[in-house]
């Protein structure tokens, strides 16, 4: 029987499949110090249910001013600084800043992502999952997180932001850049590079806002263009491309990640699979169930603000804590069996995929929308599906914030059309 001390936690092999080492930390030591070279400073690690939404209530002791965390390992190094320099400078808008200035922004955000707005984008969706799904079914199979979750969730956001078509690539390689740092896994080259198209994403953006507000059109930009903090000023570029980058890359490779893990857990588990094509109205719940197993976002981080104590355990002020939001999702004490896929969970809900409190997902609504119509359109109209022979490693990337599969290649067959 392994003990918590067999595992390091930052192995890639523990990092590829952390669940049992999660269930053993969360029994015995659900608050457990970390090395400290991650981060440089004092690092612990949460994994229990109650703790990380403890944590994430508690905005007085637990600060989001982790913008220093999302750049990367090599954030601080003088060529990476040098091509910041050129851009906009960095600004806690959202994910990164505390009260009171996250409340302003965040009443923005929420007024220019209202639940109507993402209603009005139901056809537009399903339309895009339909042409997709069009693009391939007719050769039996395809690698899914290229032909399917990628385009969806790319074509979705940018439609939402008025990112025509044409920019569509160009979009998709800045927003990846913009979270490569986030795993502080990358080597200097790979930053250098991001650090450019990051550079090149604000300069688009840029020039976008600036068309917005010469002519605005029906979109978020010109929303948010035309929003007034408090109802005096206007945002500044600084901080209308702070949230513009924020709102692209939180709604891409999350889903895309989300459509991927839930499509592997359907294919593993046939019974399942089963019971969702003979009564699709428990689609919803399979997409919570999906987001509670697979939590794209598995993790996020926060900082102490002063010395206090967590589960028995002493924390001084500085410490950065890394909140599992995977792990806490499969906690036994709210999810009986929790390490089990069951599409018919009562409480998957209760997830914390989404976070809590101040910070939960301003795209949540849209999330859960794409997730729906795609799994309801692709289990209509492909039947028997199941992994392509010989193709599969199932290998995640290596990011210990954003949990998602390389690649997933699947075989299937045509649904009768006349129930399409
Ligand atoms: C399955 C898909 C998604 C997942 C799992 C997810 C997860 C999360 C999580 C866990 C947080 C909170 C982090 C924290 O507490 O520090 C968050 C925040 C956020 N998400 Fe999402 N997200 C998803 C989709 C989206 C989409 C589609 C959008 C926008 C179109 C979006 C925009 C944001 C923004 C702007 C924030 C920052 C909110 C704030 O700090 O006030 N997300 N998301």
Redesign the pocket.
């Known amino acids: 029987m392994k003990q918590l001390s067999d595992y390091n936690f930052l192995s890639p092999e523990v990092l590829k499949c952390p669940y049992e080492f999660y269930k053993l930390a969360r029994e015995n030591s659900p608050v457990m110090e970390l090395p400290s070279e991650l981060v440089g400073s004092k690092l612990f690690l949460v994994t229990s249910y109650d703790l990380v939404k403890e944590i ?1 209530l508690n905005v007085e002791v637990f600060s ?1 001013h ?1 913008s220093h965390l999302m750049g990367g390992k090599e954030a601080q190094s003088p060529e990476v600084e040098e091509i910041a320099a050129r851009g906009w400078p960095p600004v806690n ?5 505390d009260p009171p200035e ?1 409340k302003r ?2 009443s923005l ?1 929420n007024q220019a ?1 209202t639940p109507s707005r993402v209603n009005k984008m139901e056809d537009h969706i399903r339309l895009t999952v339909d042409e997709l799904i069009d693009s391939f079914i007719d050769q039996g199979e395809c690698e899914f997180i290229n032909s399917f979750a990628v385009p969806l ?1 790319i074509k ?2 940018a439609k ?1 932001l008025g990112v025509p078509a044409q920019d569509l690539e160009k979009f998709k390689k800045w927003s990846d850049a913009s979270v490569a740092g986030l795993g502080r896994t990358l080597s200097k080259e790979q930053e250098i590079e991001s650090a450019l198209d990051v550079l090149a994403l604000q300069n688009y953006l840029n020039e976008k806002i600036e068309q917005c507000k010469k002519q605005p059109g029906d979109d ?1 930009i010109t929303d948010l263009v035309q929003a007034k903090v408090e109802g005096v000023r206007s945002l500044n570029t600084a901080e209308l491309i702070s ?1 513009i980058q ?7 490779e ?2 895309t ?3 991927a893990g839930g499509m592997l857990l359907l294919i593993q588990h046939p019974e399942q699979m089963a019971l969702v094509q003979e009564a699709p109205d428990r689609i919803e719940n399979l997409v919570e169930e999906v ?1 509670r197993l697979e ?3 598995a993790a ?3 900082i102490v603000k002063k010395d206090t104590e967590l589960a028995g355990v002493n924390i001084p002020e500085g410490s950065v804590l890394l ?1 599992r ?1 995977d792990s806490a999702s499969r906690d036994q004490k709210i999810f009986p069996d929790g390490e089990k896929f069951e599409v018919c969970r009562s409480n998957a809900a209760n997830h ?13 609504a ?3 929308k ?2 729906l119509i795609a799994y309801e359109q692709l289990l209509k109209r492909l039947k028997n599906i199941r992994l392509a022979a010989d193709k599969n490693d199932l290998n995640h990337f290596q990011n210990i914030i954003l949990r998602g599969l390389k690649h997933l290649y699947i075989e299937f067959e045509k649904a009768d059309p006349l129930l399409k």
């Open positions: 994430l989001s982790f808008t959202l994910l990164t800043a996250h922004f965040r955000v992502f969730s979705v956001i939402q978020i949230i924020q709102l692209l890359v939180a709604g891409n999350t889903i990640n989300a459509l987001l939590t794209p976002t996020m981080w926060r909140l939001f914390l995929a989404f976070s809590h409190g101040a910070h939960f997902c301003v795209g949540a849209l999330a859960r794409e997730m």
